[in-house]
């Protein structure tokens, strides 16, 4: 007994290492990268996989609730695994250059480690204590990336000290792309918000006296330090200039305040008054004070005419339309874009700014929607668990990944998030968390 105990402690530590180490490396947006990742990542299956197969009596009904979201999960890896089988028999049906198939290889590679990584968090975090300190970890990591990228920026250096990464006026910390570190923060940010309103007491009667000294409550002492850290992640994130990482962030608030409105079983009074503060100080104050114009200013300029992501975009179309079934490829689009780009688009392209586009015409319509199906159903189970379920933890967290999984879907339309492997990881964290918070037994009912 002792042994399985300090398997599952040791696990569940490497997966928090995981979760802070993701962003680090460039995001981890680049191969050397990927390798590091997967090798944490299939360890940590492997000390997971120990645990279950030691206590199948515990494991084997719960990890039933998780089999629809890794099979939709392991859509695009699966593909990917194809192509490169395809590749390696010479049957070259994509046709598309042999390195391609070669990428399609270490795409799959990466994919299947995202599945390993979600099968460990179904192992690991079965207790309210393990998911408050996951969802605690994305928030720290985000005060960190915040605070890292904020002061890179104030610093007057012209390039970061690590990694030799050009600094300009747009935050970017340890990420390449400005618009990655928007993703990644609202994301954790969301999360944040969820764990923030997971400690909102349930509506009671009461005079406005009593209902206003518990919003104060609620926004000082202990959870004075995680709004303090929220509004840090929202001060880098509109430093980063991003437009859409911007308004996905402010508008799945929204959209995921109303669904609240609509399905949230014994709504906290404080709810309400939390998300109107969230606009009163961090749009109206903070963000006048950090740059928030000038985010607004960049909506306002943005010009159809030189904005070349639309370009692109209508450019690719044909792609999917010659291969839609098997694709041209996993990670192929870089070459395979340059048979249908015009003359009058210049530069090169390694993304759509699209990823429903990219996804779609590297792995093929039938494996991109399979993938877009677990990512509905996971919505659709945050919705379920504020709806139904008792547990006020669970409601909360569930409001976390419901906002975080709006902020993607509305991000990724314009931008390539989730070919960053911080932001897929996270995001895929924020997946099976909303699972784990439909299913999550009565602490009372097992050991952790």
Not at 35 to 59: D, H, N, R
Request: hydrophobic share 50%; net charge positive.
């Amino acid at each position: 007994m002792t042994s399985i105990v300090t398997t599952n402690r040791l696990a569940f530590g490497l997966l928090i290492a995981i979760l802070v180490w993701v962003p680090i490396p460039l995001g981890s947006n680049r191969v050397w990268a990927w390798s590091v990742l997967e090798i944490m990542c299939f360890s940590l299956a492997l000390l997971s996989l120990l645990q279950a197969w030691k206590t199948p009596g515990i494991y084997k009904a719960h990890l039933r609730h998780f089999m629809p979201l890794w099979i939709c999960l392991s859509a695009l890896p699966v593909m990917a695994f194809c192509q490169s089988l395809i590749g390696l028999t010479q049957l070259n049906i994509f046709n598309t250059p042999q390195e391609d198939l070669g990428r399609a290889e270490l795409l799959a590679l990466l994919g299947f480690s995202y599945v390993a990584f979600s099968f460990s968090v179904a192992v690991l975090v079965r207790t309210p204590k393990r998911l408050k300190i996951l969802v605690t970890t994305l928030v720290f990591s985000a005060v960190f990336q915040s605070l890292y990228a904020s002061t890179l920026m104030f610093t007057g250096l012209s390039s970061s000290p690590i990694f030799d990464i050009a600094i300009t006026n747009r935050a970017n910390g340890s990420f390449v792309y400005h618009n990655h570190l928007a993703n990644y923060l609202a994301l954790c940010a969301a999360m944040g918000i969820g764990l923030m309103v997971s400690q909102f007491k349930n509506a009671s009667a009461g005079s406005i006296k009593l209902k206003v000294h518990d919003w104060l409550n609620a926004m000082t002492g202990r959870k004075m330090v995680l709004r303090l850290s929220l509004i840090v992640i929202v001060i880098a994130l509109v430093l980063t200039r991003s437009r859409m990482g911007n308004a996905a962030f402010f508008s799945s608030l929204i959209g995921t305040g109303i669904i609240a409105m609509l399905f949230y079983k014994s709504r906290p009074k404080a709810l309400q008054y939390f998300i109107v503060s969230i606009f009163i100080i961090d749009i109206f104050v903070v963000g006048s004070l950090v740059g928030l114009e000038k985010v607004k200013q960049r909506l306002e300029e943005t010009n159809i005419a030189t904005e070349t992501r639309d370009d692109v975009v209508s450019q690719s179309l044909p792609m999917l339309f010659d291969k839609p079934f098997v694709g041209h490829g996993a990670g192929s689009f870089y070459t395979a874009f340059n048979r249908y780009q015009t003359a009058d688009l210049g530069g090169f392209y390694d993304h759509t700014h699209n990823d429903y586009l990219q996804f779609s015409l590297e792995y093929g319509i039938p494996a991109f929607l399979l993938a877009c199906a677990g990512v509905l159903w996971s919505f659709f189970l945050t919705i379920k668990t504020m709806r139904n379920r008792q547990s006020q933890t669970m409601k909360g967290i569930s409001f976390g990944c419901c906002m975080a999984i709006l902020v993607m879907i509305i991000h990724c339309a314009v931008d390539f998030n989730l070919q960053a492997a911080a932001n897929a990881l996270t995001f895929i964290s924020v997946l099976t968390v909303s699972v784990v918070c439909w299913i999550m037994p009565n602490p009372r009912s097992h050991a952790r």
